[in-house]
């Protein structure tokens, strides 16, 4: 596979990703129906298909053939979702009750259902995937190296440790900022520790997943 056909496998997901968010903070602002205010209810769908695509026909060029070492991922990622729910559920913190809302669709068994599906599917399946090969899989190596697929996955230098971690912490909120900078931290641990994108992919999904269910279980949506 050529250079530039390399760093699109790469890249494009996560850029895809971004500007789906980007157009649902532009509809907020252009009009006052619920369908505009709360563009994420249909653009969220939209973006996960649309992602899982591109994810699909690059999927051959993703290193994702190493062992997933699902005991450290499972480990690492109770540790996250700890890290994540300890202000609110043993600290004391206001709950976080405002958010992406399911429950707007309770009287409508299909669409809430089905809102409720396609939004594991981002959180579990698209976020994990397209995060992990651009966070760990791409960034983590460009910044050893421009021409990154010259090294080995995993490999460790600390510009590009801490330029991932203050990257990834960046990206979120300024109230998930701590939980964020110990996540970041931790995602790198695991693939210099693994060597495996693999086994990042994983502890990221089922990091995810313990989160959803907490979320669906307090209704806490600011968490989504």
Same mark, same amino acid.
């Given at each position: 596979m050529s250079e530039r056909k390399q760093l699109t496998a790469y890249i494009s997901p996560m850029v895809l990703f971004v500007a789906f968010l980007g157009l649902i903070a532009l509809l907020h602002k252009i009009d006052n129906s619920f369908w505009l205010r709360s563009a994420e209810y249909w653009v969220y769908p939209l973006q996960t298909i649309l992602c899982g695509a591109l994810l699909i026909w690059f999927w051959r060029e993703y290193p994702l053939h190493q062992p997933a070492r699902v005991g450290l991922g499972i480990a690492t990622a109770i540790f996250i979702f700890v890290v994540w729910i300890s202000p609110q559920q043993f600290f004391g913190f206001p709950a976080r009750t405002n958010g992406f809302n399911p429950d707007v669709f309770a009287t409508q068994p299909?669409?809430?259902?089905?809102?409720?599906? &396609?939004?594991? +599917? %981002?959180?579990?399946?698209?976020?994990? /995937?397209?995060?992990?090969?651009?966070?760990?899989? !791409?960034? $983590?190596?460009?910044?050893?190296?421009?021409? &990154?697929?010259? +090294? %080995?996955?995993?490999?460790?230098?600390? /510009?590009?440790?801490?330029?991932?971690?203050?990257? !990834?912490? $960046?990206?979120?909120?300024?109230a998930d900022w701590p939980a964020a900078v110990v996540t970041g931290m931790l995602f790198n641990g695991v693939a210099y520790w693994t060597k495996s994108l693999s086994a990042c992919v994983l502890t990221h999904a089922i990091t995810n997943l313990l989160l959803g269910f907490w979320i669906m279980q307090t209704k806490q949506w600011g968490f989504w």
């Open positions: 299909a669409l809430y259902w089905s809102t409720i599906v &396609f939004r594991f +599917v %981002r959180l579990v399946v698209v976020v994990p /995937l397209i995060e992990e090969i651009f966070w760990r899989g !791409f960034l $983590l190596r460009y910044l050893i190296d421009e021409k &990154f697929d010259r +090294v %080995r996955f995993g490999t460790f230098s600390w /510009l590009s440790f801490w330029g991932v971690t203050v990257a !990834f912490i $960046l990206v979120h909120s300024p």
